[in-house]
């Protein structure tokens, strides 16, 4: 009986420093993990199945020593069974304080993303702003030309004008007055081209500072409400 009993005791034993060792070594996991939030619940979820497996073994130990026929067995089995407890406690206050650990460096490692975020936001609001501020002296330009090719029109319509009141020939004139119709058709329709090219140019500039809000919202939501 005897003989019987000794093979559960150093089964019970075996796993009983199996699990110790597990648990030393999920612990020291949980201490070295990088995040994400996700990644701890998953270790905490193991070693807590083992301190649950852990248990059950010390509390198997713990029925077996009660039911020692001798004295002294059953009393060196009862101080084993304490020390297993007493290294059970001191496991799970290493657990709770790598946990703590390692939730101090993840929120220390989202802040600093964060901070790194901010930084890249204002460098591409710099980059959005210098952008914007090229389209609006292009734009600009563009309107200068305008105006000059609408003075030119201008200019040119007064010289039809003169010519078509002056004393030469009918003939000369005529030929006169349609070239010079042609460069005002040719002034308007590069008005109106450089028109179409500051509308163009605005758009494109509201598309920029549209991209550069949205930018902002998602980073912002993935940085501040990473649940949603």
Same mark, same amino acid.
């Given at each position: 009986?005897? %003989?019987?009993?000794?093979?559960?005791?150093?089964? &019970?034993?075996?796993?009983?420093?199996?699990?110790?060792?597990?648990?030393?070594?999920?612990?020291?996991?949980?201490?070295? &993990?990088? +995040?994400?939030?996700?990644?701890?619940?998953?270790?905490?979820?193991?070693? !807590?199945?083992?301190?649950?497996?852990?248990?059950?073994?010390?509390?198997?130990?713990?029925?077996?020593?009660?039911? =020692?026929?001798?004295?002294?067995?059953? =009393?060196?089995?009862?101080?084993?069974?304490?020390?297993?407890?007493?290294?059970?406690?001191?496991? =799970?206050?290493?657990? /709770?304080?790598?946990?703590?650990? &390692?939730?101090?460096?993840?929120?220390?490692?989202?802040?600093?993303?964060?901070? #790194? +975020?901010?930084?890249?936001?204002?460098? /591409?609001?710099?980059?959005?702003?210098?952008?914007?501020?090229? %389209?609006?002296?292009?734009?600009?330009?563009?309107? +200068?030309?305008?105006?000059?090719?609408? #003075? #030119?029109?201008?200019?040119?319509?007064?010289?039809? =004008?003169?010519?078509?009141?002056?004393? /030469?020939?009918?003939?000369? %004139?005529?030929?006169?007055?349609?070239?010079?119709?042609?460069?005002? #058709?040719? +002034?308007? !329709?590069?008005?109106?081209? $450089?028109?179409? /090219?500051?509308?163009?140019? !605005?758009?494109?500039?509201?598309?920029?500072?549209?991209?550069?809000?949205?930018?902002?919202? $998602?980073?912002?939501?993935?940085?501040?409400?990473?649940?949603?």
């Amino acid at each position: 009986a005897a %003989a019987a009993a000794a093979v559960p005791l150093r089964v &019970c034993h075996q796993e009983i420093v199996k699990f110790d060792l597990e648990i030393k070594a999920a612990v020291q996991d949980i201490r070295d &993990c990088p +995040g994400p939030l996700s990644a701890l619940t998953e270790l905490n979820a193991a070693v !807590k199945e083992k301190f649950r497996h852990l248990r059950d073994r010390i509390q198997e130990l713990e029925q077996m020593a009660k039911e =020692q026929d001798k004295e002294s067995e059953k =009393q060196a089995l009862l101080r084993e069974v304490e020390n297993h407890k007493k290294q059970m406690l001191s496991n =799970q206050a290493a657990w /709770r304080k790598a946990n703590l650990a &390692c939730k101090i460096a993840i929120d220390n490692s989202e802040k600093d993303q964060l901070l #790194q +975020g901010r930084d890249s936001l204002r460098q /591409r609001k710099t980059t959005k702003e210098s952008l914007a501020e090229s %389209a609006s002296n292009i734009t600009e330009s563009l309107m +200068g030309i305008s105006r000059m090719m609408s #003075q #030119q029109v201008q200019q040119s319509e007064e010289t039809v =004008q003169t010519l078509a009141n002056s004393s /030469r020939t009918i003939l000369e %004139a005529n030929e006169e007055f349609k070239s010079m119709s042609g460069t005002i #058709q040719l +002034g308007r !329709k590069l008005i109106t081209k $450089y028109n179409r /090219r500051e509308l163009t140019d !605005k758009l494109l500039i509201f598309l920029a500072l549209a991209l550069f809000l949205a930018t902002v919202l $998602y980073i912002l939501k993935k940085r501040l409400f990473p649940f949603l």
